[in-house]
T-cell receptor, first 112, second 112 residues
Framework: ETGVTQSPTHLIKTRGQQVTLRCSSQSGHNTVSWYQQALGQGPQFIFQYYREEENGRGNFPPRFSGLQFPNYSSELNVNALELDDSALYLC???????????FGPGTRLTVT | GESVGLHLPTLSVQEGDNSIINCAYS??????FIWYKQESGKGPQFIIDIRSNMDKRQGQRVTVLLNKTVKHLSLQIAATQPGDSAVYFC???????????FGPGTRLSVLP
């Protein structure tokens, strides 16, 4: 196990609703990245947080937003959910200056 | 945008044989590459990485080869075991480990 935890494990939401996913990074890691993984595809980079600031963003609309807290845990918020947002959401933590990312088990989001 | 792809979506090998998983990337500025293994219901697990100033790196039963001339990456698994059955992703970064771009994945099946 990597020491990265995510909650909840599974979530079902209705189109138009808002969702918050949570991630606790591995001890000593101050960088968290979020990815969206659609079924049968590779993870797609959403954004990265470093010391509570957004530090890079992929090709996702503004309704995908995030936060990182002083203890380096993180949240991913998605507003106005769409059916295509159904996916596995992964967070990965890394240490300062470290490239290797350690992934959590993911949150499976289903939008109906 | 830049993308990472795989030649073979599925690969079946006999237990004990060597496996070779291939990956093509298109961003000539990528300077860091990682191979991940993802088992069902789990997040990606780091296998091995390589920087663009190297062309080969070996780990325990795994070897990564990088050919920058043709923008090709491969993962070799020696003496493939049933526990190696999973989906394998290559990922690239051109920004010191930020904004990783993942390929679609190759499913490796190990036959008894």
């Amino acid at each position: 196990e990597t020491g990265v935890t995510q909650s909840p494990t599974h979530l079902i939401k209705t189109r138009g609703q808002q969702v918050t996913l949570r991630c606790s990074s591995q001890s000593g890691h101050n960088t968290v990245s979020w990815y969206q993984q659609a079924l049968g595809q590779g993870p797609q980079f959403i954004f990265q947080y470093y010391r509570e600031e957004e530090n890079g963003r992929g090709n996702f609309p503004p309704r995908f937003s995030g936060l990182q807290f002083p203890n380096y845990s993180s949240e991913l918020n998605v507003n106005a959910l769409e059916l295509d947002d159904s996916a596995l959401y992964l967070c990965a933590s890394s240490s300062e200056g470290g490239d290797e990312q350690y992934f959590g088990p993911g949150t499976r989001l289903t939008v109906t | 945008g830049e993308s990472v792809g795989l030649h073979l979506p599925t690969l079946s090998v006999q237990e004990g044989d060597n496996s070779i998983i291939n990956c093509a990337y298109s961003n000539s500025a990528s300077d860091y590459f990682i191979w991940y293994k993802q088992e069902s219901g789990k997040g990606p697990q780091f296998i091995i990485d390589i920087r663009s100033n190297m062309d080969k790196r070996q780990g325990q039963r795994v070897t990564v080869l990088l050919n920058k001339t043709v923008k090709h990456l491969s993962l070799q698994i020696a003496a493939t075991q049933p526990g190696d059955s999973a989906v394998y992703f290559c990922a690239e970064s051109d920004n010191y480990g930020q904004n990783f771009v993942f390929g679609p994945g190759t499913r490796l099946s190990v036959l008894p």
